[in-house]
Every structure is written in C-alpha cells, then in structure tokens.
C-alpha cells in the first residue's frame, strides 16, 4: 500500500469484561479508540475496576477505499455480533430478528 495517510482501518476494541466495540477510523489515528457510548460502557464497570483499566484495540481490516470501510464495518459489526448488547456496544446497525 502506498502513504499509511491514506490508510483507512476498520477496529476492535475488547474491554475487560470480553464485550467488543467495533469501529472505523478514516486517519488510521493510533490514539483513536472509537466513539462507543461511554455511559453504556461505565455500568459495566464498578468504580475499583475503572482504577484500573486497560482495552485492547484490533486492526481486523484496512483499505484506501472510504466506501469499503464503510462496508466493511457493518459486516463486521454482524459478523461478530458486537451490536447484541450481550457480547458487545455497538448500538447500530439494530440486530436482526
């Protein structure tokens, strides 16, 4: 692939308690970790747990085309069923069924 600018990447987050957030990030950022709904996240976790905290973050596809990662993302989202809020905190698109 050519200038890693240009890069455009579709992501996993795995927090603490194994649920899953999956995202895209268009500027391929390192310090970008998504836009997850906080509140929905922190009634996961009591307040000792938040002390200390550490997520995982999964580079699961990449591409230079916007369209493919748009594609890709809501594939993925069903794939790993991130918007079941059992496994994960994907809030769209809705489950099926």
């Known amino acids: 692939m050519s200038d890693s600018r240009s890069i455009k990447v579709v992501y996993k987050i795995t927090y603490p308690n194994g649920k899953i957030y999956i995202g895209k990030d268009l500027t391929d950022s390192i310090n970008y970790f998504g836009s997850a709904n906080s509140e929905l996240i922190a009634l996961d976790f009591t307040r000792k747990q938040r002390r200390d905290f550490t997520i995982r973050k999964e580079i699961l596809f990449e591409s230079e085309d916007t369209t493919e990662i748009n594609r890709k993302e809501i594939e993925l989202i069903r794939e ?6 059992e496994i994960g905190y994907n809030q769209w698109p809705k489950p099926r069924g």
């Open 80 to 85: 790993y069923r991130s918007n079941d809020p």
